[in-house]
């Protein structure tokens, strides 16, 4: 009896130390769930349709700093594209970490002003994000899900080859 009894409490020991072991893991490492989430929301990303909106036009000139539309123009508007995945090539304004990823600025003057929150997928997309200088050109397909200051926010959003679907 008392053999069965201390196998009973080895198990739970065991099964304790086990746990605390894994909960410890998750406190260091709180990223090693989300990995898959966040490959699976890149594909995603990656496989929708982007929509028809253009850097350029209507939302150039509604979100630029000298606009003459108003306040509740540009909410309307915003309203109206906030959700909609977008597949632009912009001027590049200033690049900083930003968390795990990047924010990444782009030119305001010919084109919509944003603000791309873009998580390099591997160690390509770190190399190219990290190059990047004032002028140069980037390529993203994300989700207008905010506005700062007349510009809008890509987020989440990832690096595209254009021509490539």
């Given at each position: 009896?008392?053999?069965?009894?201390?196998?009973?409490?080895?198990a739970?020991?065991?099964?304790a130390?086990?746990?605390?072991?894994?909960?410890?893991y998750?406190?260091?490492?709180?990223?090693?769930?989300?990995?898959?989430?966040?490959?699976?929301?890149?594909?995603?990303?990656?496989?929708?349709?982007?929509?028809?909106?253009?850097?350029?036009?209507?939302?150039?000139?509604?979100?630029?700093?000298?606009?003459?539309?108003?306040?509740?123009?540009?909410?309307?508007?915003?309203?109206?594209?906030?959700?909609?995945i977008?597949?632009?090539?912009?001027?590049?304004?200033?690049?900083?970490?930003?968390?795990?990823?990047?924010?990444?600025?782009?030119?305001?003057?010919?084109?919509?002003?944003?603000?791309?929150?873009?998580?390099?997928?591997?160690?390509?997309?770190?190399?190219?994000?990290?190059?990047?200088?004032?002028?140069?050109?980037?390529?993203?397909?994300?989700?207008?899900?905010?506005?700062?200051?007349?510009?809008?926010?890509?987020k989440p959003?990832?690096?595209?080859?254009?021509?490539?679907a």
């Amino acid at each position: 009896m008392w053999a069965k009894i201390l196998i009973v409490i080895i198990a739970l020991l065991v099964f304790a130390i086990g746990k605390s072991s894994y909960q410890g893991y998750k406190r260091e490492h709180p990223g090693a769930n989300a990995t898959a989430a966040q490959s699976d929301e890149f594909a995603e990303l990656a496989a929708a349709v982007p929509a028809q909106l253009s850097p350029t036009g209507e939302l150039s000139a509604m979100f630029n700093l000298m606009s003459e539309n108003t306040d509740l123009q540009r909410k309307n508007k915003f309203k109206e594209i906030k959700g909609k995945i977008v597949e632009w090539t912009l001027p590049v304004y200033e690049v900083r970490q930003s968390g795990s990823g990047y924010a990444i600025q782009t030119e305001a003057e010919q084109t919509v002003g944003t603000i791309v929150y873009v998580t390099a997928r591997n160690e390509q997309d770190k190399t190219i994000i990290e190059g990047l200088k004032t002028g140069s050109r980037i390529s993203f397909k994300g989700v207008i899900s905010d506005v700062t200051m007349r510009h809008l926010e890509i987020k989440p959003a990832i690096l595209f080859q254009p021509g490539s679907a």
